[in-house]
C-alpha cells in the first residue's frame, strides 16, 4: 500500500474517483482469494459434483467462449439441471438457441446477461426486446478487459471506447493529455468484474489446473477464468501433473479451483462446405 500513504489510513485507494460508490457497487472487487491445499485433488468425477455447494440464486457467472467455440457445454447443462435461477452472466454472447447458454434462457434462470453481442440466438434477442431479459451491452474488447482486470485485482480502468455513445451512459468521463502534442482526450470509466463462480472450458490440463486451449477456443475462457472467485473447468484431457511444456500453459493452475474431464458434442454454429468435386 506504499503507492497510496498519501491517503488518510483504511482510504480506499479509488475514494478520490468520482461516482465509485465503494460499498455497493465494487462489493465483489477483491481478487481470487479462495485458498486450496496445494495437495488438494482439484478433479472432479462430473459436473454437477463440480458444482456441488457454489451455485446461489441471483448469482453472478463469467461464461468463457464465444458463439459456440470452446464453451462449457458439461457446466452450462449443469447448472440447467441445478434449477438456480435470477443469474447474471458475463459472456460474449449466449449460444444458440437451445445450446450452450441458450438452453440457460429457455429455462428462464437468466435475469441479467452482460454481452457483447445478441445475434444468432433469436430466443436472446426475443427476451430482451420484450423487456423479460435485462442486457448490459459491453464493446466486445471491453468485457475481456473487464474480466481481466477483475482476475488481476482492479476494480476500475478508463478506456476511449464508447466515448459519445450510449455506451458511455451514466459513466464517469475523464480526460487525459494522450492525444497529439499532449492534447486533452476523452475516456470513461469502466469497471472489473468480479463473479462469483467462472465456468470455462480448456483443450487439455493436468491435475493441478494448468491449462492449454485449442487455437480460437482459447478466446474468452483465459480472462473468464481469471475473474471468477472460484473457477471450475471443464477439459477434454486430463494429463498428469508436469507432462505439459510450461512454456505453451496458457492458464495457470492458480486460477482453477476444480476440474472434470468430459466428452463435448462441440457443435458447429455456421457450417460452410465447398460443393464435392
Known amino acids: 500500500m506504499a503507492l497510496f500513504s498519501h491517503l488518510a489510513p483504511h482510504a480506499h485507494p479509488l475514494s478520490h474517483v468520482q ?25 472432479y468425477g462430473s459436473a454437477t459434483d463440480a458444482l456441488d455447494g457454489l451455485l446461489t440464486d441471483g448469482m453472478l457467472i463469467a461464461a468463457g467462449g464465444f458463439g459456440l467455440c470452446g464453451i462449457p457445454e458439461l457446466l452450462i447443462d449443469a447448472i440447467v439441471d441445478s434449477g438456480v435461477k435470477e443469474l447474471t452472466v458475463a459472456s460474449n454472447n449466449a449460444g444458440v438457441d437451445s445450446f450452450g447458454l441458450g438452453k440457460l434462457l429457455d429455462t428462464r434462470q437468466i435475469r441479467k446477461m452482460m454481452s457483447s453481442y445478441v445475434g444468432e440466438n433469436a430466443e ?3 427476451q430482451y426486446l420484450s423487456g423479460e431479459l435485462e442486457l448490459e451491452f459491453n464493446p466486445q474488447g471491453t468485457l475481456a478487459e473487464r474480466m481481466r482486470s477483475g482476475g488481476h485485482g482492479i476494480p476500475a480502468f478508463y478506456t476511449k471506447t464508447g466515448v459519445g455513445t450510449v455506451i458511455a451512459d451514466g459513466k464517469e468521463h475523464k480526460d487525459f493529455p494522450t492525444g497529439p502534442n499532449g492534447q486533452p482526450e476523452t475516456y470513461i470509466m469502466e469497471e472489473g468484474i468480479f463473479a462469483d463462480i467462472a465456468i470455462v472450458k480448456a483443450w487439455k490440463a493436468d491435475e493441478t489446473g494448468n491449462a492449454v486451449f485449442r487455437k480460437t477456443a482459447r478466446n474468452f475462457n483465459p480472462p473468464a477464468a481469471m475473474c471468477g472467485k472460484v473457477c471450475i473447468m471443464e477439459v477434454e484431457e486430463i494429463v498428469p501433473t508436469g507432462s505439459l511444456d510450461p512454456d505453451k500453459i496458457h492458464l495457470p493452475g492458480i486460477y482453477v479451483h476444480r476440474l472434470i474431464q468430459g466428452d463435448h458434442e462441440k457443435r458447429i454454429e455456421q457450417r460452410t462446405t465447398r460443393p464435392a468435386a
Not at 462489493?27 to 488438494?40: G, I, L, S
Open 19 to 43: 461516482n465509485i460508490d465503494s460499498t455497493p457497487q465494487l462489493r465483489h472487487c477483491q481478487p481470487n482469494t479462495m485458498k486450496e491445499d496445494p495437495k488438494m485433488n482439484k478433479v
Open 124 to 126: 436472446f434477442m426475443r
